[in-house]
């Protein structure tokens, strides 16, 4: 590698062993971000008696190998799965969508004062959701309810004889917390895609646009398709935010039937004895959907974020 | 067919922390159809916004911009008829060449698609690229990318074709020749073109004539010889010709000029022309200054050599006068003659190779003798 | 060639004809032609337009999205803080009194022993993760970049945790720390260090033979903080990699010839050029830090107890437990809010003057 042919003997053989150094501690680092992971698997599929008789990361084999808490999980967790998915792919759709949109009309369109709105956007990325969720629980059970409620009776009263009532069902709730997710994902598509944009060459915009496109024309035919990739770093990242988030869900998620899978997780962890075998496998495959994005799209994972 | 008019435009820029800058201040220039003209400047000079404001893709801030008898100054880009050719290139990545190519006339008009077809065959086979049309743009090497470009402009067939120095990123071999092809292209397709370049040796070798800008005024527009023998002023003077004119400042005493290490005597003829200011700026081509092997005339001075550049067919000498160090000058040789530094030498300003100009304003009072330029040039 | 040329030449009128907003030519067809009215029209409401064209142009495609994140981000804190001001509490969403606004929620916060406690534990969390994650994060980073093999996979594995939600990586750690056999306590009983570590770390009060990591106020804290740090700290490494990426190699070529060694080298002359990145990584680490709530909820649910109660997880057992304190918990929000504001604020304003937005 970088090490100097020319030097003598000794210094070979200490710089070998400074590399060896090296990779020992880089594989301690492996054992110290992994173990927990690690031991989360192998409790899962031991039964009690080899729960309490083994250490925790070693894997029960033969008798003390059971999956009985991993089925009993994931019966927990399959209907909250089904609904984080239902919620989480087309909120990181819309974010994703938005976010391209806003950046083109704030980075390739150049005008004056739009800055100011960058700024406005980007900080929304920053602020702590609990500044929100007052606002946020009256808005989607008390206002909105009451003014589509209203105006349904108003417009179509003829139908309902003024007697609609917004549905406050679960699946509405979980449309609702989607629509919430895509708002609050939009500042930070809108950065990751400003960003990129902003190394989208000035000329060939300009050569598009003596070309006789028009502003949407440009980003149909030139934009969208060039920002391919960064749709795929931006759709990665933000399921994963969105997927794995739980403080949203705990408010604007009243059904018992519909729950997404963090809350149903912390449920199964909340009872008073705790059951490790089943709480591990409960993370385990609570885990499971971006731990698999996350192995497949590593690579656009850590760009969205290195932003 | 039609001229292109520039007339009085002005465009200025407002800065957060710098206030109003005039990139651009009252330029008039009348390109007339087919005609290629050069604007040349150094960078900052405002002769890539000029090109821009004509493009479109820069709001006049005043004056008018004529496209034959219709002013376009506030039509957007794609309806002024004019096609821009980038440094950048500014070709679509994620396109096909011909894609590339058809793509303005898609946006721009109603034509069949396999007449778009056919104009792209035919553009592409004129610039020799019809084996490359179904590639992107990646795939091609620069030289191949910068023909797209000219084709994406062609295809078009604008009133008006736009040029932001499109050879400035290729390497000087390949330049040289997309010099001459690009003339040769303009001549064929006899469309109005303005070329923008900071390379003066561009604008001479390729123009019809030459608009030289300066902190966004307009120096000169005329052909690539008046600029060179005629200049304007001193700018114009000192930013045509490589190795830029010997400048020195002088005062006129009586019928002589005084710098600080020679005086230069001027014959009455000569003298009658420059007026009554007395601050002035006496300068000499570096071609036009003479090693001569005795002092033979009043225009003789002992000099000795600095530095010599040999540049093959002739050399570049550095001097400075043997009378002082308070000037300096360049003079070129031609390459068969040996000179070395340290040696003493003798140089002659010829009278009728000098031009003057106002020492405060700049403005050329006389320029060389034409007469002795026509004697040179019949006799190449 | 010629053909050609003649082709090209020749079509000019017909392509123009083809144009679809085919522009005036003289100006008997200016006035009379419809298109070219309607682009004078064009031209002049452009011209008394009091903004940019370009900022007409673009609001299709940024006004929606803006006005979106807008109405939930600006609106909601707005009006949350009208909430702060108001005294709602209660079961009803729709009791809020706006009619008598007053301060009255924040003067309660000065005298709440829980939120002074609250906004200790928050700031502490906030400070320490921060600080650890960095330097731990520069250390991978620098480790990595090295020149080793198999860096992918080394970093990919450094950077897993990030992609865990809090609720799993809570739920995880909530087994590691577990006194009686979790990993943290079997190791130190393997090294002999658990008897050594109860005496120093149990409050005076317990009477103990096992670390209890999550339930001691001695370790609480610091235990969640060094979750969270295994959690994070990738995130770390991969900023400073990119840093140490982009500072040129001539650098390092530099200090050699210097005859600097490793070490100096780093601390010298390529740690300081990391500054940017040091600095976007701990805006960011914080705001983690601040959303934390999902950790220690995942943990202990909305009543951590004091030593883990930090004022995330206080404005939520505030509002939306018990006694439903709107009010007081809007106002906790606001604490929480201003608290981000004061990080970004600067962070956002520099980055603004260096023209990085």
């Known amino acids: ?307 | ?380 | 060639m010629r053909e050609i040329l003649t082709r090209l030449r020749t079509a000019g009128a017909r392509l123009r004809s083809a144009a679809r907003r085919t522009a005036p030519t003289d100006d008997k067809v200016a006035t009379d032609g419809g298109t070219a009215v309607g682009e004078r029209r064009r031209t002049a409401l452009r011209d008394r337009l009091p903004v940019e064209w370009e900022l007409v142009e673009s609001s299709p495609f940024w006004l929606p999205p803006v006005v979106l994140a807008g109405f939930f981000v600006y609106g909601a804190i707005f009006w949350n803080a009208i909430i702060s001001l108001t005294d709602w509490e209660g079961l009803s969403l729709s009791g809020a009194d706006y009619s008598d606004l007053d301060v009255e929620m924040y003067a309660r916060l000065l005298g709440d022993g829980a939120f002074w406690q609250a906004t200790q534990n928050t700031i502490v969390l906030l400070v320490v993760f921060t600080l650890l994650c960095l330097v731990v994060g520069l250390l991978a980073a620098i480790l990595i970049d090295q020149q080793i093999r198999f860096e992918n996979t080394f970093r990919t594995i450094y950077l897993l945790p990030m992609s865990l939600s809090f609720v799993v990586t809570a739920t995880m750690w909530a087994w590691m720390y577990n006194a009686r056999n979790g990993v943290i306590n079997t190791f130190l009983r393997l090294l002999n260090l658990e008897g050594l570590l109860v005496t120093l770390l149990k409050p005076e009060a317990i009477n103990a033979t096992v670390l209890q990591w999550l339930s001691w106020n001695t370790t609480a804290l610091p235990a969640v903080i060094f979750a969270l740090l295994w959690q994070f700290s990738g995130y770390a490494m991969v900023v400073f990699l990119a840093g140490l990426r982009a500072i040129p190699t001539e650098h390092y070529e530099a200090a050699r010839v210097d005859g600097a060694s490793t070490v100096r080298m780093y601390m010298r002359v390529i740690v300081p050029q990391l500054r940017a990145s040091a600095v976007s990584a701990s805006v960011v680490l914080m705001v983690f830090a601040l959303k934390a709530f999902d950790f220690i909820f995942a943990l202990r649910g909305d009543q951590p107890g004091a030593n883990l109660d930090i004022l995330a997880t206080m404005m939520y057992r505030e509002a939306f437990t018990g006694g439903n304190e709107w009010a007081y918990g809007s106002a906790i929000a606001i604490v929480l809010f201003v608290l981000a504001l004061l990080i970004i604020a600067p962070y956002l304003y520099s980055e603004y003057r260096r023209g990085e937005l």
């Not at chain 1, 409790?43 to 925790?56: D, E």
């Not at chain 1, 006789?212 to 399921?239: C, D, E, H, R, W």
């Not at chain 2, 006899?190 to 040796?201: A, E, G, K, L, R």
């Open chain 2, 1 to 380: 067919m039609a001229q292109l008019t520039l007339d009085d435009i002005t465009k200025i820029f407002y800065d957060d922390d710098e206030g109003e800058i005039r990139a651009v201040d009252s330029v008039s220039v009348d390109i007339e159809d087919g005609e290629f003209l050069c604007v040349v400047g150094p960078s900052g000079c405002g002769k890539s916004t000029t090109l821009r404001m004509i493009a479109g893709l820069e709001d006049v801030t005043s004056g008018e911009i004529r496209l034959g008898d219709r002013v376009i100054n506030d039509q957007p880009p794609a309806q002024r008829d004019v096609a821009m050719v980038f440094q950048s290139y500014a070709l679509y990545p994620h396109m096909t060449i011909r894609r590339n190519m058809a793509f303005g006339l898609e946006q721009s008009t109603d034509l069949p698609k396999d007449e778009i077809r056919e104009r792209v065959d035919d553009a592409a086979q004129l610039l020799g690229i019809d084996d490359l049309i179904d590639r992107k743009p990646g795939e091609l090497s620069g030289g191949q990318q910068q023909r797209v470009a000219l084709g994406r402009a062609i295809v078009r067939d604008p009133e008006v074709f736009l040029m932001d120095e499109p050879l400035a990123n290729l390497d000087a071999k390949l330049r040289a020749d997309m010099r001459t092809e690009l003339q040769h292209l303009q001549e064929d397709l006899d469309v109005t073109t303005v070329y923008v370049t900071h390379d003066q040796t561009e604008a001479m070798t390729m123009s019809d004539r030459i608009a030289i800008l300066n902190d966004g005024k307009l120096q000169q527009a005329a052909t690539p010889l008046e600029c060179y023998h005629e200049p304007n002023n001193r700018f114009v003077a000192g930013f045509v010709g490589e190795p830029a004119m010997n400048f020195f400042e002088v005062t006129r005493e009586g019928e002589t000029l005084v710098a600080g290490d020679f005086e230069y005597p001027l014959s009455a003829s000569v003298a009658d022309t420059l007026g009554a200011e007395t601050d002035l700026t006496l300068g000499v081509r570096p071609e036009d200054v003479e090693l001569v092997a005795e002092p033979g005339s009043d225009h003789d001075y002992d000099a000795v050599v600095d530095v010599v550049e040999p540049r093959g067919n002739e050399n570049t000498v550095h001097l400075h006068f043997e009378a002082g160090d308070h000037e300096s000058f360049i003079a070129t040789v031609e390459g068969m003659r040996t000179v070395a530094a340290g040696d003493a030498v003798t140089v002659r300003f010829p009278e009728e190779a000098i031009h003057v100009f106002d020492g405060a304003t700049g403005e050329a009072i006389r320029n060389r003798d034409m007469d002795t330029v026509e004697q040179i040039e019949s006799a190449v």
């Open chain 1, 1 to 307: 590698m970088s090490t100097s042919t020319g030097s003598p003997l000794s210094t070979l053989r200490e710089m070998g062993a400074r590399r060896i150094g090296l990779y020992l501690v880089l594989l301690a680092g492996i054992v110290f971000y992994l173990i927990p992971v690690e031991t989360a698997v192998a409790t899962m599929f031991k039964t009690q008696q080899a729960f309490t008789a083994t250490a925790p990361y070693v894997p029960a084999l033969g008798e003390g190998f059971s999956v009985s808490s991993a089925i009993r999980a994931w019966e927990t967790l399959r209907p909250g799965l089904v609904d984080s998915m239902l919620m989480a792919i087309p909120a990181t759709i819309l974010s994703a969508l938005f976010g391209s949109l806003a950046a083109y009309g704030l980075t390739t369109i150049d005008w004056r004062g739009q800055v100011a709105v960058v700024v406005l956007i980007i900080a929304g990325i920053f602020i702590p959701y609990q500044a929100v969720l007052v606002p946020l629980t009256t808005f989607w059970f008390q206002i909105w309810p009451g003014l589509v409620t209203g105006f349904v009776n108003t417009v179509f009263g003829f139908v309902t004889g003024g007697n609609w009532a917004y549905p406050r069902s679960g699946n509405v709730q979980l449309i609702q917390l989607t629509i919430t997710h895509a708002a609050y994902g939009i500042p930070i598509c809108t950065l990751l895609f400003r960003s990129y944009y902003q190394a989208i060459s000035d000329e060939m915009i300009e050569a598009a646009r003596l070309d006789g496109a028009t502003a949407f024309s440009i980003y149909k035919n030139i934009i969208f398709p060039l920002s391919l990739p960064m749709f795929a770093v931006t759709l990665i990242y933000q399921f994963t935010q969105v997927y794995n988030d739980l403080l949203f869900a705990l408010v604007l998620l009243n059904d018992p039937n519909t729950q997404v899978a963090t809350q149903r997780l912390v449920r199964l962890t909340g009872g008073v004895q705790q059951d490790f075998t089943l709480t591990m496998a409960g993370a385990v495959i609570a885990a499971l959907p971006t731990l698999l994005v996350y192995i497949f799209f590593g690579e656009q994972f850590a760009k969205g974020v290195a932003e």
